[in-house]
């Protein structure tokens, strides 16, 4: 899951041929890349795997499609299409369906997409922590002295990781009988972490 970092201005007008002044003033961006192609090699958060659906990211390709300069890049908003300079005289912009669209009208080749542009951040994965069946063991551990069983159906491994799942193991092997073990220095420690996570 990705969080939009910035959000593109969608009103941004743009001009023929000038493809990356368009994406990078869509985030706010500064300039610091004549072409679109340098802005794709200077990118520090290059993909080439399947793209967000719930984020605006930055599409490069390769302009002309059998060569690399000067590039071609457009904004992908999700549920409103792909945005890129305009292609036609009297326009600000284009709003294309597909990759395939932007490919056939601007004579390119999608290379990749990326989570920048010239040094702006616009895009972020964010990272899901889950709740371990080794961190659920550990809890069992420090109140009963054992594992808990081989038929036991973990409670909360695989559920988020926020404090309220965290309090809710915690709690719910507090209630458990059996007898309270002395834990060792190491695994104090990393119970007083599980607690204080946020």
């Not at 908003?77 to 300079?85: D, E, L, T």
Request: charged share 15%.
């Amino acid at each position: 899951m990705y969080k939009q970092l910035v959000s593109p201005n969608l009103a941004t007008a743009g001009t023929i041929g000038g493809c990356q002044s368009y994406a990078r003033r869509m985030f706010g961006a500064p300039a610091g890349n004549l072409t679109a192609w340098s802005a794709w090699l200077k990118a520090a958060h290059k993909h080439i795997d399947p793209l967000p659906a719930n984020v605006a990211i930055l599409q490069w390709y390769r302009f002309p499609a059998n060569g690399t300069s000067p590039g071609h890049v457009t904004v992908q908003v999700p549920g409103k299409g792909i945005y890129s300079a305009p292609y036609r005289s009297g326009t600000t912009h284009a709003v294309l369906p597909s990759i395939s669209e932007v490919e056939r009208i601007y004579g390119c080749k999608y290379v990749g997409w990326s989570e920048d542009i010239n040094g702006v951040r616009v895009a972020k994965e964010e990272s899901v922590d889950k709740i371990t069946k080794e961190q659920e063991n550990l809890c069992a551990i420090m109140k009963t002295g054992s594992l808990p069983g081989v038929n036991y159906n973990y409670l909360f491994a695989g559920k988020l990781c926020n404090q309220q799942n965290v309090d809710a193991m915690l709690q719910f092997w507090n209630s458990q009988p059996g007898p309270t073990t002395q834990c060792t220095p190491d695994e104090r420690a990393y119970l007083d972490a599980l607690k204080k996570i946020t």
